[in-house]
């Protein structure tokens, strides 16, 4: 068996997993850090290459933001707004995602960019 509780976490696509009540009691803790990343990032709607705003406000925490302006879409360590680093990712975030990714089989990852 690849995993403990197999009727929980259903392949969507290769490499790609849905892990079926894996943030069950965990809502709390992540929405006070995500709160915490907003209030020092806020949420913003980022122009895209041709000039339109997107619809989806957006923040980043970690050592990698995504960004979108008129010098295209990327990953870039600093807050294209306030020429700052991002705020660092908060310790649930990396918790849970290197549980999640291990459960999915990718024991070695990372997080570096949220």
Same mark, same amino acid.
């Given at each position: ?5 197999? &009727? ?19 809502? &709390? ?22 000039? @339109? ?21 990327? @990953? ?35 997080? &570096?960019?949220?």
């Amino acid at each position: 068996m690849l995993f403990p509780d197999e &009727d929980n976490i259903v392949q969507i696509a290769p490499e790609a997993f849905l892990l079926k009540g894996f943030l069950l009691g965990q809502s &709390d803790a992540l929405l006070q850090s995500l709160s915490n990343v907003i209030t020092a990032n806020p949420l913003r709607h980022m122009a895209t290459p041709n000039g @339109y705003q997107m619809s989806a406000a957006m923040t980043n925490c970690g050592d990698w933001g995504w960004v979108t302006d008129k010098k295209g879409y990327r @990953y870039s360590q600093r807050d294209p707004v306030t020429n700052q680093p991002w705020q660092p990712m908060p310790i649930s975030f990396v918790q849970l995602a290197t549980s999640a990714a291990s459960t999915a089989g990718f024991e070695h990852f990372i997080p &570096d960019a949220c």
